[in-house]
C-alpha cells in the first residue's frame, strides 16, 4: 500500500479542528446544555435516574466489550484461511492502539473534571441510586478512556469490517457511549474532541500510509500457525 496523503492530511486537519475549537470554548454551549438536560431529567423523569445507574455499572463495560468481539469474531467466521489470521492480527493491531492512545490521553497536559465535580448542585445517581454502584463522577475527564475503545473500534469497523456491518456498528458505538454523559461523569466533549481526535490520528498513520499493511504483515504468519494449532484456521 501507498502513502494516501490526502486522506492522511485530512484527518489530521478534522482531529486538529475538533480539539482547538474545544480549547478555545466553542463546544462549552453544547456540553453545558447536554449535561443539564440529562441532569434534570434524572429526578424529573420517573425510573431514569435508575436506568442510567444500571447502564454506568463495570459489569456492563464487560458486556459492551464481548459484544464488540463477537461483531469482529462474526466477521472472522464468515473468511477462512490467511484472511482469518489477517483479523486476528487485526484484533492485536486494535488491542495495540487502544493502549497507545490511552497513554497519549493520559500525558496530555489537560486536567478537567467532569460536570457533576464542577457543578456541586448537579443531581448524582451515586446519591439518588445508592444500591447500584455506579460512575458518576472523574476528576480527570479528558479525554475519557471509554470512548477512546469506543472510537478505536469504529475505526477499525470504518476501515475493515464490511459496509453492511457499518449500520448497526455507528449506532451503537453512539448508543453505548451515552451513559457516561448521562451520569454527567464526562463531557459530551470528552468523547467528540478528546476520544475521537486521537482515533482520527492513529486511523491517518494506519490506514492511509504502509503501516497497517506492513504491521499484519509482520504478525501474520505466527497468528497464522496459532490458529491452526488451535484448529481455527477455517
Not at 59 to 67: M, P, Q, T
Not at 146 to 174: D, E, K, N, S
Request: with cysteine; proline share 4%.
Amino acid at each position: 500500500m501507498r502513502w494516501d496523503l490526502k486522506g492522511w492530511a485530512a484527518l489530521h486537519a478534522l482531529a486538529l479542528l475538533l480539539f482547538f475549537t474545544w480549547w478555545f470554548g466553542y463546544w462549552q454551549g453544547l456540553d453545558e446544555g447536554i449535561f443539564w438536560w440529562f441532569n434534570q431529567r434524572l429526578v424529573t423523569v420517573q425510573g431514569f435516574a435508575e436506568f442510567v445507574a444500571f447502564v454506568n455499572q463495570r459489569w456492563i463495560d464487560g458486556a459492551v466489550a464481548l459484544l464488540m468481539a463477537a461483531f469482529v469474531f462474526r466477521h472472522a467466521w464468515e473468511v477462512t484461511g490467511r484472511e482469518r489470521a489477517k483479523i486476528g492480527c487485526l484484533l492485536l493491531l486494535m488491542a495495540g492502539c487502544f493502549s497507545l492512545q490511552a497513554a497519549a490521553g493520559k500525558a496530555l497536559p489537560i486536567e478537567r473534571a467532569s460536570p457533576t465535580i464542577v457543578y456541586e448542585q448537579a443531581e448524582r445517581i451515586s446519591q439518588l441510586v445508592p444500591d447500584i454502584k455506579a460512575k458518576d463522577a472523574s476528576g480527570s475527564s479528558f479525554p475519557s478512556d471509554h470512548g477512546i475503545g469506543f472510537a478505536t473500534f469504529l475505526l477499525f469497523a470504518c476501515y475493515r469490517f464490511p459496509r453492511r456491518y457499518l449500520y448497526v456498528v455507528a449506532p451503537l458505538v453512539f448508543a453505548l457511549a451515552m451513559p457516561r454523559v448521562m451520569s454527567g461523569a464526562h463531557w459530551f466533549t470528552d468523547f467528540i474532541c478528546g476520544s475521537l481526535p486521537l482515533a482520527l490520528i492513529t486511523g491517518a498513520w494506519l490506514f492511509h500510509t504502509p503501516l497497517a499493511h506492513r504491521l499484519t504483515e509482520a504478525m501474520v504468519t505466527p497468528v497464522e500457525k496459532l490458529l491452526a494449532k488451535w484448529r481455527l484456521q477455517g
